[in-house]
Protein backbone atom coordinates (compact mmCIF):
# COMPACT_ATOMS: atom_id res chain seq x y z
CA UNK A 1 0.00 0.00 0.00
CA UNK A 2 1.10 3.36 -1.11
CA UNK A 3 1.99 6.26 1.35
CA UNK A 4 0.71 9.74 -0.17
CA UNK A 5 2.22 11.94 2.84
CA UNK A 6 4.37 14.39 1.26
CA UNK A 7 3.16 13.94 -2.08
CA UNK A 8 0.51 15.64 -3.87
CA UNK A 9 -2.97 14.36 -3.71
CA UNK A 10 -4.29 12.55 -6.61
CA UNK A 11 -6.66 14.64 -8.12
CA UNK A 12 -10.56 13.04 -9.45
CA UNK A 13 -13.70 14.30 -11.33
CA UNK A 14 -16.25 11.94 -10.88
CA UNK A 15 -20.43 12.33 -10.20
CA UNK A 16 -21.44 13.33 -7.07
CA UNK A 17 -23.73 14.54 -4.21
CA UNK A 18 -23.07 18.05 -3.03
CA UNK A 19 -24.22 18.79 0.80
CA UNK A 20 -27.18 20.88 -0.52
CA UNK A 21 -28.75 17.34 -2.00
CA UNK A 22 -28.07 18.50 -5.48
CA UNK A 23 -26.49 15.65 -8.16
CA UNK A 24 -24.02 16.73 -10.45
CA UNK A 25 -21.97 14.75 -12.93
CA UNK A 26 -19.02 16.44 -12.99
CA UNK A 27 -16.92 16.83 -9.20
CA UNK A 28 -13.48 17.82 -9.20
CA UNK A 29 -11.42 17.47 -5.98
CA UNK A 30 -8.88 20.57 -6.87
CA UNK A 31 -11.68 22.92 -8.01
CA UNK A 32 -13.81 22.11 -4.70
CA UNK A 33 -11.22 23.20 -2.75
CA UNK A 34 -9.61 25.88 -4.50
CA UNK A 35 -6.59 26.48 -2.46
CA UNK A 36 -8.26 24.74 0.91
CA UNK A 37 -7.29 22.28 3.17
CA UNK A 38 -9.50 19.22 3.01
CA UNK A 39 -10.50 16.04 3.90
CA UNK A 40 -10.89 13.14 2.09
CA UNK A 41 -12.64 9.87 3.38
CA UNK A 42 -13.07 6.46 1.39
CA UNK A 43 -15.83 4.03 2.85
CA UNK A 44 -16.72 0.27 2.13
CA UNK A 45 -20.28 0.95 0.14
CA UNK A 46 -23.43 2.47 1.27
CA UNK A 47 -26.34 0.84 3.32
CA UNK A 48 -23.99 -1.47 4.94
CA UNK A 49 -22.80 -1.38 8.91
CA UNK A 50 -19.86 0.66 10.28
CA UNK A 51 -19.85 2.83 7.35
CA UNK A 52 -23.36 4.78 8.83
CA UNK A 53 -21.86 5.89 12.11
CA UNK A 54 -18.45 7.19 10.28
CA UNK A 55 -20.63 9.57 7.88
CA UNK A 56 -23.23 10.55 10.96
CA UNK A 57 -19.90 11.23 13.11
CA UNK A 58 -17.99 13.29 10.53
CA UNK A 59 -21.38 14.95 9.28
CA UNK A 60 -21.95 15.85 13.76
CA UNK A 61 -18.79 17.05 13.36
CA UNK A 62 -19.18 19.42 9.84
CA UNK A 63 -19.56 22.72 11.47
CA UNK A 64 -16.16 22.23 13.47
CA UNK A 65 -14.23 21.75 9.95
CA UNK A 66 -15.87 24.01 8.40
CA UNK A 67 -14.59 26.85 11.36
CA UNK A 68 -11.70 25.35 10.83
CA UNK A 69 -11.79 26.07 6.54
CA UNK A 70 -11.66 22.29 6.26
CA UNK A 71 -14.22 21.17 3.32
CA UNK A 72 -15.03 17.44 3.68
CA UNK A 73 -15.85 14.80 0.82
CA UNK A 74 -16.39 11.41 0.94
CA UNK A 75 -15.74 8.58 -1.63
CA UNK A 76 -16.92 4.95 -2.00
CA UNK A 77 -17.39 2.88 -5.12
CA UNK A 78 -21.17 3.39 -5.22
CA UNK A 79 -23.28 5.91 -7.84
CA UNK A 80 -24.64 9.35 -6.85
CA UNK A 81 -27.98 7.70 -7.25
CA UNK A 82 -27.14 5.13 -4.38
CA UNK A 83 -25.39 7.72 -2.47
CA UNK A 84 -28.57 10.12 -2.71
CA UNK A 85 -31.14 7.02 -1.75
CA UNK A 86 -29.15 6.63 1.60
CA UNK A 87 -29.19 10.37 2.44
CA UNK A 88 -32.41 10.52 2.06
CA UNK A 89 -33.36 7.54 4.47
CA UNK A 90 -33.50 8.33 7.85
CA UNK A 91 -31.46 7.84 10.19
CA UNK A 92 -33.41 5.09 12.58
CA UNK A 93 -33.77 3.18 9.07
CA UNK A 94 -30.09 3.03 8.67
CA UNK A 95 -29.33 5.83 6.36
CA UNK A 96 -27.02 8.45 6.96
CA UNK A 97 -29.62 12.04 6.41
CA UNK A 98 -28.69 14.87 4.49
CA UNK A 99 -25.44 14.70 5.22
CA UNK A 100 -24.06 18.47 5.00
CA UNK A 101 -20.59 17.15 2.89
CA UNK A 102 -20.14 16.15 -0.15
CA UNK A 103 -19.99 11.98 -1.45
CA UNK A 104 -18.64 11.25 -4.86
CA UNK A 105 -19.33 8.15 -6.77
CA UNK A 106 -15.99 6.42 -7.50
CA UNK A 107 -17.86 3.55 -9.74
CA UNK A 108 -14.99 2.77 -11.90
CA UNK A 109 -12.63 2.51 -8.86
CA UNK A 110 -10.13 4.78 -10.01
CA UNK A 111 -10.02 6.79 -7.29
CA UNK A 112 -9.62 4.42 -4.36
CA UNK A 113 -6.76 2.39 -6.23
CA UNK A 114 -5.10 6.47 -7.00
CA UNK A 115 -5.11 6.68 -3.13
CA UNK A 116 -4.13 2.55 -2.89
CA UNK A 117 -7.05 2.17 -0.92
CA UNK A 118 -8.79 -0.81 -2.68
CA UNK A 119 -9.22 -3.59 -0.95
CA UNK A 120 -7.56 -6.67 -2.56
CA UNK A 121 -10.30 -9.06 -2.55
CA UNK A 122 -13.64 -7.46 -2.27
CA UNK A 123 -13.04 -4.91 -4.31
CA UNK A 124 -14.40 -1.94 -2.02
CA UNK A 125 -12.01 0.70 -0.28
CA UNK A 126 -10.85 0.17 2.96
CA UNK A 127 -11.44 3.04 5.42
CA UNK A 128 -8.83 5.26 4.13
CA UNK A 129 -8.81 9.05 5.22
CA UNK A 130 -6.28 11.89 4.11
CA UNK A 131 -5.62 15.48 5.40
CA UNK A 132 -4.50 17.77 2.78
CA UNK A 133 -3.19 21.08 2.80
CA UNK A 134 -4.04 24.02 1.32
CA UNK A 135 -1.32 23.50 -1.40
CA UNK A 136 -2.65 19.63 -1.94
CA UNK A 137 0.03 17.72 -0.52
CA UNK A 138 -1.01 15.19 1.84
CA UNK A 139 0.30 15.81 5.23
CA UNK A 140 -1.58 12.56 7.29
CA UNK A 141 -3.28 9.29 6.50
CA UNK A 142 -5.18 6.48 7.99
CA UNK A 143 -5.99 3.42 6.57
CA UNK A 144 -8.16 0.83 8.55
CA UNK A 145 -9.90 -2.49 7.80
CA UNK A 146 -13.19 -3.01 7.15
CA UNK A 147 -14.38 -3.77 10.64
CA UNK A 148 -12.81 -0.79 12.44
CA UNK A 149 -14.40 2.61 12.26
CA UNK A 150 -12.51 5.49 12.85
CA UNK A 151 -12.01 8.15 14.84
CA UNK A 152 -13.38 11.26 13.52
CA UNK A 153 -12.17 13.32 16.42
CA UNK A 154 -8.52 12.21 15.45
CA UNK A 155 -8.76 13.82 12.45
CA UNK A 156 -9.99 16.84 14.13
CA UNK A 157 -6.70 16.80 16.22
CA UNK A 158 -4.72 16.29 13.26
CA UNK A 159 -5.95 19.44 11.36
CA UNK A 160 -5.32 21.67 14.42
CA UNK A 161 -2.22 20.23 14.77
CA UNK A 162 -1.09 21.18 10.98
CA UNK A 163 -2.58 24.36 11.28
CA UNK A 164 -0.55 24.85 15.10
CA UNK A 165 2.72 23.83 12.92
CA UNK A 166 2.06 26.45 9.93
CA UNK A 167 1.85 29.10 12.18
CA UNK A 168 4.37 28.71 14.42
CA UNK A 169 6.62 26.71 12.84
CA UNK A 170 6.76 24.31 16.35
CA UNK A 171 6.16 20.59 15.93
CA UNK A 172 3.66 18.85 17.43
CA UNK A 173 4.15 15.92 20.01
CA UNK A 174 2.60 12.72 21.23
CA UNK A 175 -0.86 13.72 22.12
CA UNK A 176 -0.20 16.81 21.70
CA UNK A 177 -3.82 18.98 21.74
CA UNK A 178 -5.29 22.26 20.31
CA UNK A 179 -3.95 24.80 23.57
CA UNK A 180 -0.72 22.43 24.36
CA UNK A 181 2.82 23.84 24.14
CA UNK A 182 4.56 22.58 21.05
CA UNK A 183 8.28 21.57 20.61
CA UNK A 184 11.40 23.55 18.43
CA UNK A 185 12.85 21.12 16.61
CA UNK A 186 16.03 21.22 17.61
CA UNK A 187 18.19 19.09 20.75
CA UNK A 188 17.86 22.05 22.93
CA UNK A 189 13.61 21.80 22.40
CA UNK A 190 13.50 18.64 22.88
CA UNK A 191 15.04 18.91 26.24
CA UNK A 192 12.86 22.10 27.33
CA UNK A 193 9.92 20.32 26.07
CA UNK A 194 10.49 16.56 27.78
CA UNK A 195 11.58 18.45 30.88
CA UNK A 196 8.29 20.25 31.27
CA UNK A 197 5.85 17.47 29.69
CA UNK A 198 7.52 14.00 30.08
CA UNK A 199 5.43 13.37 33.07
CA UNK A 200 2.49 13.95 30.62
CA UNK A 201 3.04 11.36 28.11
Not at 45 to 50: A, E, G, I, P, S
Not at 95 to 117: F, N, S
Not at 134 to 141: D, I, K, L, N, T
Not at 159 to 174: I, K, N, R
Request: charged share 25%.
Amino acid sequence: MSVLVGRPAPDFTAAAVLGSGEIVDSFTLSDAIKGKPAVVFFYPLDFTFVCPSELIAFDKRYAEFQKRGVEVIGVSIDSQFSHNAWRNTAINDGGIGQVKYTLVADTKHEICQAYDVEHPDAGVAFRGSFLIDAEGVVRHQVVNDLPLGRNVDEMLRMVDALAFHEEHGEVCPAGWQEGDKGMNASPDGVAAYLSENSDKL
